[in-house]
């Protein structure tokens, strides 16, 4: 898990840089693809993601090694040869991975988080799960385990593979010749988020378009269909966190509701969307019907709420830095600690952005814990010993913390805002 945080330590700053690159370009030709508050609520789930997973907080019901022991054939040495059976075998199986997500029920719910944003730009390529807490990725890799792909072969390739599904989230990319038949391009990714009924559930490939062709999934971005991106139950939301269970709490609810035993236990494996018909008639879902006529989400916001949003989630950022490059000090019951700081962080100002009136009793609750904290060691997870006035800029920021929440809870009217531009 350490090398996978200094690997972040790369990778974010990278990504965030991209993610700029994105807005000031969309800026400069007139085009920008960026809501703020989108954006904001995009790269805080990619926060809470990377927290989540270098924290290793999942069940692993089948491990990679424990296969490979299990059932390799052969032995392959290191050559070429063999990250190219890696590579395409992690492609497989992210494929089916990708298309499960998109099929079953309770698989939609990790997934759901991806697509809920209804912009497409680069930083809605970090939205990723949280609420992936059953490790079984490893099953679909059976053929390298078969074929004998070491172990550490696949951990140094998966990151990799991942970080290459990001570039292709933009819409300032045309369809690209012969590239189109290889790999999976943003034309084809755009279809993939889109909910018009011609594109919905199209396009799961992950770097490879081969397996969408083959199997019969893909589908072309036609001149006519302009896509329309998010997901048919919205999430009205810009809470990582809460998006991340929303479909979960949906299947509880209609697993409890539901007259029938049987549909209290099939609803979580029946395709994704399906729903017992007794408690679909008691209460039922809106979806979006017309794909070109919905409204998206955008609560009131002021310039300054927008400004707020963006000094709070940079310095959720900066203190996640912080703790990956102090990693190994902090230890794992600190780091626990101080990811809850984080996820608590991201809960109370997108409560806030959301215009949720409790948001300001989160604010207040982690600013006076966070206080209560560098009083009771004196220190910020050993912040002082790289800056000598760390404790007093943590205090400072959660004193801002605390007025921030009152402020926009009670002085900032969301009534009186919604003549202003969004
Ligand atoms: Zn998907
Ligand atoms: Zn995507």
């Known amino acids: 898990m350490e090398t996978y945080a200094n690997a972040l330590l790369y990778a974010i700053p990278f990504f965030t840089g991209l993610v700029l690159i994105e807005i000031l370009y969309g800026y400069f030709v007139k085009n920008q693809k960026h809501n703020v508050m989108d954006t904001v609520s995009s790269l805080s789930s990619g926060l809470t993601n990377i927290i989540k997973d270098s924290l290793g907080l999942v069940v692993v019901l089948v491990s990679y090694p424990f296969l490979l022991k ?67 990725f490893s099953i679909l890799l059976i053929p390298a385990a078969v074929l004998g792909v070491p172990t550490q072969v696949i951990a140094i390739l998966a990151p990799i593979h991942l970080f290459a599904q990001f570039w292709y989230h933009t819409q300032h990319i045309g369809k690209m010749g012969w590239l189109e038949y290889i790999i999976v391009t943003p034309s084809q990714h755009r279809v993939h988020h889109a909910i018009n009924s011609e594109y919905i559930d199209k396009n799961l490939g992950q770097v490879l378009s081969i397996w969408d062709r083959m199997f019969g999934t893909f589908q072309e971005e036609l001149d006519d269909v302009p896509p329309q991106y998010g997901v048919l139950k919205p999430a009205s939301t810009w809470n990582p966190i809460l998006i ?40 039922p879902i809106a979806i979006i019907e017309d794909v070109y006529n919905f409204k998206k989400y955008r609560p009131a916001a002021s310039n300054s709420l927008k400004g707020y949003a963006i000094f709070q989630m940079l310095s959720s950022t900066i203190l996640m830095l912080f703790m990956f490059y102090n990693y190994s000090e902090i230890g794992f019951k600190g780091l626990l600690l101080f990811g809850a700081f984080v996820f608590t962080g991201i809960y109370g100002y997108s409560a806030l952005m959301d215009r949720k009136r409790h948001a300001v009793w989160i604010e207040l609750f982690r600013g006076l814990t966070g206080i209560g904290l560098i009083v009771f060691t004196n220190d910020w997870f050993g912040l002082n010993s790289y800056i000598t006035i760390g404790s007093l ?16 809870t009670f002085f900032e009217k969301p009534t009186g805002l919604l003549q202003l531009p969004i």
């Open 70 to 136: 299990s059932l390799s054939l052969f032995e392959m040495k290191a050559t070429w040869l063999v990250w190219l059976v890696a590579f395409i075998s992690i492609d497989f199986a992210g494929y089916w991975n990708h298309r499960l997500s998109h099929h079953i029920n309770i698989f939609w719910n990790q997934h759901v988080i991806h697509h809920s944003s209804e912009e497409f730009n680069l930083a809605c390529a970090l939205r990723q799960s949280i609420s992936n807490l059953v490790g079984y």
């Open 244 to 283: 991340n269970f929303q479909h979960f709490w949906r299947l509880l609810q209609d697993a409890w509701r539901a007259n029938n035993w049987l549909d209290k236990f099939r609803i979580w494996f029946m395709p994704t969307g399906w729903r017992p018909e007794d408690v679909a008639k008691k209460y």
């Open 393 to 408: 800029l943590m205090i400072l920021y959660y004193v801002i913390t605390i007025i921030g929440g009152f402020y926009f």
